[in-house]
């Protein structure tokens, strides 16, 4: 079969079933990346109209890796008139995607 042999099947096979639970479920390694904390706190509807800033980096503060992760940013908020207002920021994910905590 082309030469591919039943291993790198076999390999390719779990790495995809491995992709696909971690980014459907509330897996997460890793901390979120700049953008997916902009994009989480964009989707609450009252930030729409702020530049937003990672200053500081996420770090887990709470959950585990394998069960609803927490991770704390600091983001530096920018509205329209140019005041400005810096606050940690708790981002999770839940059903796969990246949510901003109350």
Avoid at 51 to 57: A, M
């Amino acid at each position: 079969m082309l030469g591919i042999g039943k291993g790198t099947i076999i390999t390719a096979a779990v790495a995809y079933g491995l992709y696909y639970y971690v980014s459907t479920h509330d897996v997460a390694p890793f901390p979120p990346s700049e953008s997916v904390v902009k994009s989480a706190i964009k989707k609450r509807g009252e930030y729409q109209n702020y530049k937003l800033e990672v200053t500081k980096k996420c770090r887990r503060t709470g959950g585990k890796v394998w069960e609803r992760s927490i991770f704390t940013c600091t983001v530096e908020f920018v509205s329209l008139d140019n005041v400005t207002d810096e606050h940690p920021v708790k981002i999770t994910k839940i059903n796969g995607q990246w949510v901003m905590q109350d």
